[in-house]
């Protein structure tokens, strides 16, 4: 049986969520200074660029830093919540042990 959860609470809940969105803001922050950077990078380094590789690039680096930003994030907010505390990870319920499977070398 699963225990309650500490984002049930409406306030708990509330930080928490207020804490995940300023850490997206600030990582918002960071991911258009780093494409900025690229963007610039790129211009002074290469000659006769298409427009949209610039494009390309843009979305490419922009997109993979928001989404890994934000499933860490979402990380962060269940460990620091202790959500992941009331997650019950009793393997009890599965039965009898199976020892038939325990060896996983070669058949003698």
Known sequence: ??????LDNPENAAHAWARY??????????TTGVVIIALVIIYKEVDDVS???FIATALGIGFSMLLMSALMGLVFLSSGTGH?????NSLDDLGP???SNANWGPPD
């Open 1 to 6: 049986m699963s225990r309650p959860s500490p």
């Open 97 to 99: 042990k199976d020892s």
């Open 84 to 88: 992941d505390e009331s997650v019950d």
């Open 51 to 53: 427009p949209h590789f």
């Open 21 to 30: 969105r300023r850490l997206m803001r600030l990582m918002f922050g960071i």
